[in-house]
């Protein structure tokens, strides 16, 4: 640049201007408000909700909570028979199926189980598994066996069964094997190539799903014993018959902390296998 001379400011490049979305946001916002307010019209089909009737009983819901925010301790005594028989039913439930869900994954897997056949009758039957709830199962095997902790282990490792083939057989398609490939290629049979190959590299996640599963066991046994299938939910839904709230609480803070630390202890395994 000459001296004397002025220089010509740089041209700036101009961004495009952003595209309006508040309208299609604020017709989205307002469809799904309109569908909320119609799921609570009776007159359309929806959902009956009596808000006068609430209003009106609240002094008995506020007489409930008051009474649970209340525990009996002098009952904890009575509460470690059932809770050590959920703890019981949880481990030995995850630990049948931990055992169970190896060759079940295997076979549920594309890249370990080329046999087509096979592999939709164990997904068609795993499906099934989950599909039917864990009370229906629960029901289902107490009439079959008998009130106790029979069935509520049983439904366990159903609901086990079902969690960990379906997460961890979905990893194992999700994933390239290039290993197996190569192995597939230089003559090796498939159950040798699931048993050296497939099973160790896949080994941590299924112990993080096994982990998963047994902090979910503690959890849905304290449900399950509400059909008579044993365990800490038993005696829950006695004391909720006796409208004993006080029990009721104990029994409630108790499932916690044992949930709480299962979960931390969880935690620490799931780092040291990561």
């Not at 009106?56 to 470690?80: C, D, E, I, K, Y």
């Not at 630390?261 to 395994?269: G, N, Q, V």
Request: charged share 15%; aromatic share 6%.
């Amino acid at each position: 640049m000459t001296p004397g001379t002025t220089a010509e400011p740089a041209t700036r490049s101009e961004l495009p201007p952003r595209p309006r979305t508040w309208p299609r946001r604020t017709l989205i916002v307002s469809a799904l408000a309109a569908f909320t307010v119609a799921t609570c019209l009776p007159a359309i089909g929806g959902v009956e909700i009596d808000l006068g009737a609430i209003a009106q009983n609240w002094r008995h819901g506020a007489a409930n909570l008051s009474a649970l925010l209340q525990p009996n301790w002098a009952f904890v005594p009575r509460t470690v028979q059932p809770m050590l028989e959920t703890l019981q039913m949880a481990f030995v439930g995850a630990a049948i199926a931990a055992a169970l869900s190896i060759p079940l994954t295997l076979w549920a897997a594309r890249p370990t189980n080329l046999n087509t056949v096979t592999r939709t009758a164990v997904r068609a039957v795993i499906n099934v598994v989950r599909a039917v709830p864990d009370l229906v199962w629960a029901t289902i095997l107490v009439a079959m066996v008998g009130v106790g902790a029979l069935p509520g282990l049983l439904t366990l490792v159903l609901f086990d069964v079902g969690i960990v083939v379906k997460l961890v057989s979905e990893a194992i398609d999700s994933n390239d094997h290039p290993d197996l490939e190569a192995a597939r290629a230089g003559g090796a049979r498939q159950h040798q190539m699931n048993r050296g190959l497939a099973l160790p590299q896949n080994l941590p996640l299924f112990a993080n799903q096994w982990l998963y599963a047994l902090e979910l066991n503690v959890r849905i046994s304290a449900i399950l014993g509400i059909v008579g299938a044993g365990g800490i939910g038993r005696l829950l839904d006695e004391r909720f018959g006796f409208f004993a709230y006080g029990d009721v609480s104990v029994i409630i803070l108790e499932i916690l902390v044992v949930v709480l630390i299962i979960e931390a202890a969880s935690h620490l395994l799931r780092r040291r296998l990561a």
